[in-house]
């Protein structure tokens, strides 16, 4: 979706009747997959039976004509890079698989083996705590994005096609070692403990209003902290604890490990004040915050409504909503969203545009249960 | 640190002393960044005192020279785009602000917003649950890089530079939404409630065997629920159930909506079977799974030792390690990890080659406080 996003045509080729993330949740009531929709957009959607050979021969001609194939399917000998560049020697090929070895992995799976789920969650619980955001599946899509178009720039430039393969695991584990998660461990030998909403070696936590309103509260440099005690009433009582701990505050590192002291005393002027009390007084300091927001919320507020990045997106058969186009804006545009397919809507024009084909060829693959429009 | 891993000449330009960033946990026994040295592997390093007229005018200089710029510094004159542009019309030109205003904001203050945390975590349990993993840092990173090669792409084509903003609050307000959460909220009036470790929309949750060790399994399709009916010996239970409650557990969502029922049934074959006999057990199907592991489980495993991801990487200040480099192979190969720059190594070599800047210039330049090396 995202090379689409870019300005790419993109054709996804699904077997009649639709792929596992076809009905995929949320719904609408009449039973319209909001999932798919969302991931689908500004794509071409054609739809083959892939079981039959005449219908691989259809989908390869496809290949060989676009010149790129990103696919989650490995291992299938027809759409090898091997079986395909002997037709088109300058072909991108990416492949996606769950692991390195080609075996089948989710975001979900994937995410139990990295480390994360254990370390989420509140101090002192037990067990694990997935995360409900698929980081990994959003992560992999981007490299495969960031893959083809370094391949085309390859391309463009030597006339080279490349064979890619990019595993979700891969994606997890380079992710984890780059952020230190694993690499801590190798050298230090020592895993960071279960924190709750506590930052690593930061300050900063989550703090509730009288009102119980919550608030994320982060304070990374001195300056951020300065202006939290003094927002709060407690230079005095932070510096006499600083003291008696023997600890320099203008260290990021002795925030984090003498977070307990600090937390009692900034959480006893939050619950003396209210939600608006408390927006209005960290608004007029340097300290970083949010107000956590349920989706409702978030769909409300002008972040969404007077974005140019969401623009009235017509789906049919879902609804008009607002949907967002990339998050970054060239030349201070945002291009609009577009609508997703419905499955086999473009099946006839690209077989017609991109292999030639005639009308009553087209009718005839339809007739024979080859591809469905 | 993504786009010098796919071979770009990448200059970090930091104050002297160093960025916020230089500091960060997880640190060595010795007080040296694991952080830093994880996300700023195969980059050059300036030091500039950017307060000084001269300091921005090298920097100036060094950025016309590379014809490209990645900042989250924003609404400073002398690095605008209008500023720079002037002095070479084809740059490209990537602001990273916090929030679409220019105002700043952090992973951990843009996570509270989205929504997220207030649906992570044990069913029925209060407040919110942060990530542990910056997964808006991660995308909004590979965004940035995207931007940077599409753009790359486009001056190839035409000559144009481009002025880019990719706001973190909008890289996870349009992840929120390509994902169906906003939108299912928009379409339905409806939110998605906690669900501990089960997945909306599919069958998929946690298990713990007899000797506790937890396992995540997850049946997308038919076929990877029939076999998990099968290894737990369930199949006529499973059907007793589906006949009372008037389901078709052929349909994703209705395993969805009755998997407290699955739950039950499934737990207490779990809980009969040691981790090893689960392993082996789910091994011989086509069922998701994995077994939860710590961050120091993860790298003993061939995952990480056994994988060509990861190469040795001797880091100075730090040591030798297994650092992973691109997720993705291309033609069969990975490009191994290289080591991130001790804070301003480059300043000499960097103003030489780039401002073609005599030995004598520099040493003046280091004596005066402008740059360090």
Same mark, same amino acid.
Request: a negative charge; proline letters at 4%; aromatic letters at 6%.
């Given at each position: 979706m995202?090379?689409?996003q870019?300005?790419?045509?993109?054709t996804?080729?699904?077997?009649?009747?639709?792929?596992?993330?076809?009905?995929?949740?949320?719904?609408?009531?009449?039973?319209?997959?909001?999932?798919?929709?969302?991931?689908?957009?500004?794509?071409?959607?054609?739809?083959?039976?892939m079981?039959?050979?005449?219908?691989?021969?259809?989908?390869?001609?496809?290949?060989?004509?676009?010149?790129?194939?990103?696919?989650?399917?490995?291992?299938?000998?027809?759409?090898?890079?091997?079986?395909?560049?002997?037709?088109?020697?300058?072909?991108?090929h990416?492949?996606?698989?769950?692991?390195?070895?080609?075996?089948?992995?989710?975001?979900?799976?994937?995410?139990?083996?990295?480390?994360?789920?254990?370390?989420?969650?509140?101090?002192?619980?037990?067990?694990?705590?997935?995360?409900?955001?698929?980081?990994?599946?959003? *992560?992999? &899509?981007?490299?495969?994005?960031?893959?083809? /178009? %370094? +391949?085309?720039?390859? !391309? #463009?430039? @030597?006339?080279?096609?490349?064979?890619?393969?990019?595993?979700?695991?891969?994606?997890?584990?380079?992710?984890?070692?780059?952020?230190?998660?694993?690499?801590?461990?190798?050298?230090?030998?020592?895993?960071?403990p279960?924190?709750?909403?506590?930052?690593y070696?930061?300050?900063?936590?989550?703090?509730?209003? *009288?009102? &119980?309103?919550?608030?994320?509260?982060?304070? /990374? %440099? +001195?300056?951020?902290? !300065? #202006?939290? @005690?003094?927002?709060?009433?407690?230079?005095?009582?932070?510096?006499?604890?600083?003291?008696?701990?023997?600890?320099?505050?203008?260290?990021?590192?002795?925030?984090?490990?003498?977070?307990?002291?600090?937390?009692?005393?900034?959480?006893?002027?939050?619950?003396?004040?209210?939600?608006?009390?408390?927006?209005?007084?960290?608004?007029?300091?340097?300290?970083?915050?949010?107000?956590?927001?349920?989706?409702?919320?978030?769909?409300?507020?002008?972040?969404?409504?007077?974005?140019?990045?969401?623009?009235?997106?017509?789906?049919?058969?879902?609804?008009?909503?607002?949907?967002?186009?990339?998050?970054?804006?060239?030349?201070?545009?945002?291009?609009?969203?577009?609508?997703a397919?419905?499955?086999?809507?473009?099946?006839?024009?690209?077989?017609?545009?991109?292999?030639?084909?005639?009308?009553?060829?087209?009718?005839?693959?339809?007739?024979?249960?080859?591809?469905?429009?």
């Amino acid at each position: 979706m995202t090379l689409a996003q870019l300005g790419a045509d993109v054709t996804r080729v699904d077997p009649i009747g639709g792929a596992a993330d076809y009905h995929r949740w949320p719904l609408t009531a009449g039973g319209e997959s909001i999932y798919w929709a969302g991931l689908n957009k500004g794509k071409q959607s054609v739809a083959v039976e892939m079981r039959s050979e005449q219908g691989q021969q259809l989908v390869r001609r496809l290949i060989i004509d676009a010149g790129i194939l990103i696919t989650n399917v490995t291992g299938r000998q027809w759409l090898s890079h091997s079986a395909l560049s002997s037709h088109r020697a300058d072909l991108i090929h990416l492949e996606v698989p769950g692991r390195p070895d080609g075996s089948t992995a989710v975001d979900y799976t994937v995410n139990a083996a990295t480390g994360f789920p254990l370390v989420t969650g509140p101090a002192g619980s037990d067990g694990p705590v997935n995360h409900v955001m698929p980081a990994w599946d959003v *992560s992999c &899509g981007l490299y495969a994005a960031l893959s083809i /178009l %370094t +391949a085309l720039r390859h !391309r #463009d430039a @030597t006339g080279a096609g490349s064979a890619i393969r990019l595993p979700l695991d891969d994606v997890a584990l380079a992710t984890a070692a780059n952020l230190g998660f694993l690499t801590e461990v190798m050298i230090n030998g020592t895993r960071r403990p279960r924190l709750g909403n506590a930052i690593y070696g930061q300050y900063g936590r989550d703090f509730v209003s *009288s009102d &119980g309103v919550e608030f994320m509260v982060v304070a /990374l %440099t +001195a300056r951020h902290f !300065r #202006d939290l @005690t003094d927002l709060t009433g407690t230079a005095t009582a932070v510096a006499a604890a600083e003291e008696k701990l023997g600890a320099d505050f203008t260290d990021e590192g002795q925030r984090y490990q003498h977070r307990d002291v600090l937390d009692s005393l900034f959480a006893a002027w939050f619950r003396t004040q209210t939600a608006e009390q408390i927006t209005a007084a960290l608004s007029a300091t340097s300290v970083l915050w949010e107000r956590y927001r349920t989706f409702d919320e978030v769909i409300g507020t002008a972040r969404v409504t007077d974005n140019p990045l969401f623009t009235a997106l017509d789906q049919p058969g879902i609804g008009s909503y607002l949907a967002p186009g990339l998050p970054m804006s060239v030349d201070g545009v945002h291009r609009p969203a577009r609508s997703a397919p419905a499955l086999g809507e473009h099946t006839a024009e690209v077989l017609a545009a991109r292999l030639g084909m005639g009308a009553d060829e087209i009718d005839t693959l339809v007739e024979s249960g080859v591809v469905a429009t």
